[in-house]
């Protein structure tokens, strides 16, 4: 583990304090959840991205032409 200062607005603390007290956990567990959980999410997206990437692209305006073209603008 390594040791990290962080600033917290003060209701923020707050409430990971009412939080670490219902959940039995410290807010250092509670902190390293929520990191632990944005980094799985930003994993998913890039996964995601790297799946999509040899799709073909269109433009805006060739999209919105295309919408015309079929009537539905």
């Known amino acids: 583990m ?3 200062t962080i600033y917290l607005d003060s ?3 707050k409430a990971l304090k009412l939080k670490s007290v219902q959940t039995n956990k410290s807010i250092s ?3 390293n959840e929520a990191v632990q ?3 799985l999410e930003d994993l ?3 996964s995601a991205f790297e799946e999509r990437a040899a799709e073909p ?3 805006y305006s ?3 032409q295309d919408l015309k073209t079929n009537g539905k603008l």
Do not use: E, P, V, W
Request: charged share 20%; no cysteine.
């Open 37 to 39: 959980y944005i980094l």
């Open 11 to 13: 209701n923020l603390h």
């Open 29 to 31: 567990q509670i902190i």
């Open 2 to 4: 390594k040791r990290t």
């Open 62 to 64: 060739d999209f919105l």
């Open 57 to 59: 692209t269109i433009t």
């Open 44 to 46: 998913a997206d890039i």
